[in-house]
């Protein structure tokens, strides 16, 4: 609650309208700005994510966190995998606090606002965590720049898809998280070239955490210039404003349709006992009254969080989690040098920035769930294949075929997830809560994701030191368990409208097949609605016109006369 007074104080500040950028740019310049900056952000977070992997190789660094040491050539040989594994996983803690308080403070005070605010605490985060002197104050300040990612990961992608059209929805975050991994493909390279510098320089893993500063510096200077959702506007009560805003964005016909669909939803969510309490969401807990509470579990909201989080538990433990940040451990089992392993990481991350400008084409054209498919399926034929392959290697050392091999499995793996199930699980939860959650709902989202990594992070290490390349037999295994889950639990969501996917679990059943029937009977008739209040409007429209160029000609004639 004291946090109540300065929210309220921040959500009235204004910067004034004249200098919104929605003033000098339109149309098409205008959504492209918005996915501009919203990809600025999740570049941060990729390169944040991506950054440890260098750090954990820092012989000074793993001196001074104490969990490990190194040789002359400066490999690294790690002791205490349980710190090592903790050091990194302790920032997840961190996403997992600032997602929820993300999800909430969005909601007071916007999501321009709280996008600026996430990135505040993460430059602040940043900046000390760069001066750390042990693994105390590396741990404090890794959970507080988490926190900040935490509140850009719970806003962002509701900010973009709230923002973009249904068409293209997928694309616009997919285009982001091209992004996402460009900065974890530039956290690889930074790495591998300090990886040069002297053995016991501070220089070599602390400029990698202020670099991060400087995406972060550019964002908080232009964030604010920004127009704010056109869909939270409306929950405002900022109709007009709301209004233009899509008219901009869609054009004079698609925005006044769209803003009528959003109405239409809005009045409904308001009359319902939905609330924004996480505990109320989680379990269909609601007070109010009887019709309330009947409309608001009509919407079943704690079977979407329940969705949301378990796709982002299962995407971090198809095994890209473990790969992102450890696999330079990888490609050393497999038979490669250090060096050699930091060079190859770095490699396979551009190839995996590469592979995400296919989603961009994809994601909408052929939907969420076909990505799902094939990617997973792909995925785990690839975790078995290179776990086989790096044993193999490991009983004949003097055949590095079999070492190749499994490396090139690991690439091939990487790539595929990073045209298909990179994007899925964050796409979804910017899609399926109602305007009133859906920034609550998106955090619950990045909750799983948190889970899933901070989990994955602390297990990688202790796992890969214990059962080797049986890590990646459990991850194959993962993968294919995930594709049972997304056939019967997980709708279509591509090329529908926020304010239609409510209606995809409106079904009393979990499964997809009854999930679709109920929707397309809903929407049929849903539709059919609003196509006669457009067209009622448009006569009002017309009405209007022809009795105001009656009147104008009657004055006329009575002034000849």
């Known amino acids: 609650m004291f946090l109540l007074t300065p929210l309220r104080k921040f959500r009235d500040w204004e910067i004034p309208e004249r200098l919104l950028i929605e003033n000098y740019v339109a149309d098409k310049n205008l959504i492209k700005s918005i996915i501009a900056l919203s990809c600025l952000a999740i570049f941060f977070f990729g390169y944040d994510q991506g950054m440890m992997s260098g750090v954990n190789n820092s012989p000074e660094y793993v001196g001074r966190m104490k969990i490990g040491y190194w040789d002359e050539s400066g490999a690294v040989t790690v002791t205490d995998s349980t710190k090592q594994g903790g050091i990194v996983a302790i920032y997840y803690l961190g996403t997992l606090v600032g997602a929820i308080f993300g999800g909430y403070v969005s909601d007071e005070v916007g999501r321009i606002k709280s996008i600026g605010l996430g990135t505040i605490i993460a430059i602040v985060g940043a900046i000390v965590q760069g001066c750390s002197r042990d693994t105390p104050m590396m741990c404090g300040t890794r959970f507080f720049t988490g926190i900040g990612t935490g509140i850009l990961n719970a806003v962002v992608p509701v900010y973009s898809s709230e923002c973009a059209s249904h068409l293209s929805r997928g694309a616009a975050i997919a285009l982001e998280f091209t992004l996402n991994i460009f900065g974890v493909c530039l956290a690889y390279w930074l790495a591998y070239g300090l990886s040069y510098i002297g053995i016991l320089s ?226 979804l939860p910017s899609e399926v809560f109602p305007l009133k959650l859906r920034a609550a709902g998106n955090a619950m989202g990045v909750v799983g994701w948190s889970i899933g990594n901070g989990w994955l992070m602390l297990m990688s290490p202790i796992m890969f030191n214990a059962i080797h390349e049986k890590t990646l037999y459990i991850f194959g295994a993962c993968n294919f368990l995930t594709i049972v889950m997304v056939y019967f639990l997980y709708p279509e969501t591509a090329n529908r409208s926020l304010e239609d996917i409510d209606f995809l679990f409106a079904s009393e059943s979990w499964l997809v097949s009854k999930c679709e029937a109920e929707f397309a009977k809903i929407i049929a008739e849903r539709h059919e609605l609003l196509n006669q209040a457009h067209e009622m409007t448009n006569d009002m429209k017309a009405e209007a016109k022809y009795v105001e160029q009656t009147s104008d000609a009657e004055s006329t004639d009575n002034a000849e006369t």
């Open 202 to 427: 501070q220089f070599r893993w602390r400029f990698p955490i202020f670099f991060q500063i400087i995406p972060l510096a550019f964002l908080v200077a232009i964030v604010w210039f920004f127009p704010e959702s056109p869909r939270y506007l409306i929950k405002s009560g900022k109709y007009d404003r709301a209004k233009k805003l899509l008219i901009q964005l869609r054009g004079e016909d698609g925005g006044q349709r769209e803003f009528e669909e959003i109405i239409a939803a809005f009045d409904y969510e308001k009359d319902s006992a939905l609330s924004t309490n996480y505990v109320r969401m989680f379990f269909d807990w609601y007070s109010g009254s009887k019709e309330a509470i009947k409309k608001a579990k009509k919407l079943h909201i704690a079977r979407r969080i329940q969705l949301v989080i378990w796709l982002q538990i299962m995407q971090e433990w198809t095994g890209i989690a473990g790969i992102t940040v450890y696999q330079t451990d990888i490609f050393t089992q497999a038979g490669y040098s250090s060096g050699k392993s930091q060079w190859l990481a770095a490699v396979n991350n551009t190839i995996y920035t590469l592979s995400t400008v296919l989603a961009i084409y994809t994601i909408d054209r052929f939907g969420r769930r076909f990505a799902n498919f094939w990617g997973l399926g792909s995925m785990g034929v690839c975790m078995f294949l290179a776990g086989g392959l790096s044993k193999a290697q490991q009983l004949h050392p003097d055949n590095k075929n079999f070492g190749a091999a499994a490396t090139a499995f690991v690439f091939l793996f990487t790539a595929i997830f990073g045209a298909t199930l990179l994007m899925t699980p964050w796409i």
